[in-house]
């Protein structure tokens, strides 16, 4: 089945798809964007993520291309047109077209962008024996809260990792704490099995999977804390895994080289996989296309 992409008002093949060269997302990166996971055949999250574009959007002062109740119509039929059971569907807001100039156009009229690619998520053995992970200096700006497509620090973070043979990057502060990952959020469990991640603000991206794992923590009854942590706090943790609407819960065995625990997945990352899972109403998709 060949992919089909929306690109404003119309729906087109993937290899068609293209926005204008005076479309402020490509000579600024002034435009946000949302990931959202379909899981056998359902969006993962959407409320949430729908909401966080919302929030990007006025964060830029960037009007809603459509209205959210229109966005989800398209949303499922970019979804149903490419065939898909477990993608990830890609929406992309920018500002518009208009002449380059680095002020804000008057009447903006912003430009929409959706695509959508089947993916294999996690492997079996990924999940049986956990991913490693390196630490880079956190490069990015001081807005990480907004989704914004001006992702070149996460670029070269994640190709740090690739070149390191690890799976993921986590970012640090100058302070020597861990923000994020460059596409995903950090957790540790502590010795005494409390859960820590770093609390939301404008140096993270809160990420929704994020949002949903405290919640089903509370619901659990684990203990957690928001609250920033230490690289070396990370090397002695007990547990460590990231969070994204790809990755779900992915257990962290290795960073920089150093085993996390004993080397291998911890108990209370694979509780909080199958509660999200569970909460998405729908079975592991670990290694399905």
């Known amino acids: 089945m060949p992919r089909i992409a929306y ?24 435009g946000v964007y949302e990931v959202v996971t379909v899981v056998g055949g359902k ?21 809603w291309p459509v209205k959210p109740a229109v966005l989800k119509v398209i949303m499922r039929e970019v979804v149903r047109r490419n065939g898909a059971q477990n993608a ?32 294999k998520f996690q492997t079996a053995r990924q999940l049986a024996e956990g991913v490693p992970c390196v630490t880079v200096p956190d490069i990015r700006w001081l ?19 690739v070149e390191a043979g690890a799976f993921e990057a986590w970012q640090v502060d100058p302070d020597g704490t861990v923000t994020e990952g460059s596409s995903s959020n950090a957790w540790i469990v502590t010795a005494d099995g409390v859960l820590v991640t770093r609390p939301a603000s404008n140096l993270i991206l809160n990420g929704i999977t ?7 923590a509370g619901e659990l009854g684990i203990p957690f804390e928001e609250r920033p942590f230490t690289v070396e706090e990370a090397y002695a943790a ?7 609407a790809s990755t779900f819960a992915l257990p962290v065995t290795r960073l ?10 911890g108990p209370l990352c694979r509780k909080l996989r199958q509660a999200y899972m569970e909460y998405v109403g729908s079975p592991d998709p670990v290694g399905a296309a």
């Open 7 to 30: 690109v404003n008002g119309r729906y087109v093949p993937h290899g068609e798809a293209s926005v204008h060269v005076e479309d402020r997302g490509f000579q600024f990166a002034d």
């Open 43 to 63: 969006l993962a999250d959407e409320e949430g993520h729908l909401a966080r574009l919302g929030r990007s959007l006025g964060e830029l002062q960037i009007p």
């Open 88 to 119: 990830l569907l890609y929406i992309q807001v920018n500002r518009g077209v208009a002449p380059r100039d680095f002020r804000f156009p008057a009447n903006p009229r912003p430009s929409l962008v959706l695509t959508c690619r089947r993916t």
């Open 143 to 161: 807005r990480r809260d907004i989704k914004s497509v001006a992702l070149l620090a996460q670029v070269l973070a994640k190709q740090k990792a």
């Open 210 to 216: 994020r949002q949903s794992i405290l919640r089903l």
């Open 238 to 244: 007990r547990e460590a895994f990231i969070s994204s």
């Open 256 to 265: 920089d080289g150093r085993s996390i625990g004993d080397g291998t997945p």
